[in-house]
């Protein structure tokens, strides 16, 4: 039985909470003193990433559980771990690259320091992109486990009936009335 991958939209959303949380480490590891860090963050552009950073992880979230419970409801072929790790990886760094350069040409600050900070956010967001396709991996064998002991999913679509059971003595008390009426009911 064929059943569906999880949809590109909710890995989509894995991946996004990759790009920040690639992006907090990056900063931590170019800047370990907080106070610093702040400093460098405030006059490039990063104001916005508190907020952003809470929408990432409640995005991440609700992702990882629309993929668990949609391996719940159907299973296809699953992407080899290198090629999983390649596509978070790809999109989490070209969005990250794309980030820096949108934050800094917000609040015209120079680019010149993207050359040490886009080396070190591309080997961190291969990190995380590692550890998002082993998260993603393990969680669809979690569904999985739960389907075999649990029994075979449901099925993809159940179509919506409604059955009428009616007495014998109901169905003959309505024939006479369409019998006296004098025509068919419309086809």
Known sequence: MFRRPASRATVL???FGGVLLGHELTYALLQP???QRQILLATT???YLGVANHAALIVAVISLAAVFLGRLGGRAEDPSFRELTGRLAGFQFLTFAAIEVIERLSVSAPLHDLT?????GALVQVAV????ALLLRSLLRAA???VATL???PPASVPATISLVVAADVAHGIAPLHRQRGRAPPR
């Open 45 to 47: 552009g990063h104001a």
């Open 144 to 146: 999985d486990a739960v």
């Open 116 to 120: 040490h900070v886009l080396p070190v």
């Open 151 to 153: 029994g075979s999913p």
């Open 129 to 132: 992109a590692a550890a998002a």
């Open 33 to 35: 003193r907080a106070g």
């Open 13 to 15: 959303g894995v991946a």
